[in-house]
């Protein structure tokens, strides 16, 4: 998959971003701030989920990666890694079929051994139902870690490859967990902490940065155009100086 690899060759740039991957924080402490408990946060968070799936697909956007939880987050109280769970499964129940009819294809991303039964069987029949449809990507990542992704990959490239002693990228790109979309153009973190948390370590090595203090529930189309503005004043050199760019504009 060498023409995905930011790192083997400068990919093309369009003023839309392809794919944005977000890191969705801060719904407890909008929970918080309103004298809720954090489960009020994470219900909202839902409801800010279906927005930002309408507000990509408005905008042209193909592919859209979320963090829902991450392989750290079990060390949460275990009420709210299972309410987290149950909210997970009627989020399925209730959404799938509208984003079949809305031409969304639905990938789930991760750990998925560790789930229950049910919710693996409920994972694999909703990607098999959207599994061909075009107009966005929707992923998931649930029981996800960025170094879970290399390393799970890593064990799949030498059961793939027995003896390779000097693998390069192109042996084991196809197997991380997103082998099937480009690497983000944009990286969004809500909730205010500039950090990634152990997320996409590998594909964001040269996504564009946004961190914002708005809470995920608070999260709409207007600080997504917000971020894409800020996206659309950057400069993507992949290495290059700024002079190459100008020089390749004038070329082309
Ligand atoms: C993000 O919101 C949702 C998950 C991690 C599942 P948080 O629950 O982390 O909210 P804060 O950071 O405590 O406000
Ligand atoms: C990152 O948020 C994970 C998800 C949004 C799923 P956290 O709230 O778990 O991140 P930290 O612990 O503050 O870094
Ligand atoms: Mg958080």
């Not at 719904?27 to 409801?47: D, I, M, S």
């Not at 499964?89 to 959404?95: D, G, H, I, Q, Y």
């Amino acid at each position: 998959m060498t023409s995905n690899s930011s790192t083997q060759a400068v990919p093309e740039i369009y003023r839309m971003p392809r794919h944005v991957a977000m890191i969705m924080d801060g719904n407890g402490r909008w929970a918080t701030r309103r004298f809720l408990p954090r489960v009020a946060g994470h219900v909202k968070g839902v409801e800010a989920v279906r927005g930002m799936v309408e507000a990509c697909v408005t905008r042209g956007i193909e592919f859209l990666t979320l963090f829902a939880f991450s392989s750290e987050n079990w060390r949460r109280p275990p009420d709210e890694v299972s309410l987290l769970m149950r909210l997970f499964m009627t989020a399925l129940e209730r959404e799938v079929a509208k984003m079949h009819a809305n031409d969304i294809r639905l990938k789930v991303v991760g750990d998925l051994s560790a789930f229950d039964s049910k919710l693996q069987e409920m994972i694999a029949q909703a990607q098999r139902k959207t599994e061909n449809n075009t107009r966005l990507t929707l992923t998931i990542c649930a029981n996800y870690g960025g170094r879970w992704d290399i390393l799970q990959a890593t064990q799949k490239m030498l059961a793939a490859n027995p003896g390779l002693t000097a693998p390069t990228e192109d042996d084991l790109a196809p197997h991380l967990a997103l082998a099937f979309a480009p690497e983000p153009d944009l990286f969004i973190r809500t909730g205010g902490e500039q950090r990634v948390s152990n997320f996409m370590l590998w594909q964001l090595a040269y996504a564009e940065m946004y961190f914002t203090d708005t809470y995920w529930p608070d999260f709409d189309g207007d600080a997504l155009d917000k971020a894409i503005a800020s996206y659309q004043q950057r400069e993507r050199r992949f290495g290059r100086t700024s002079e190459q760019l100008v020089e390749q504009k004038k070329a082309s």
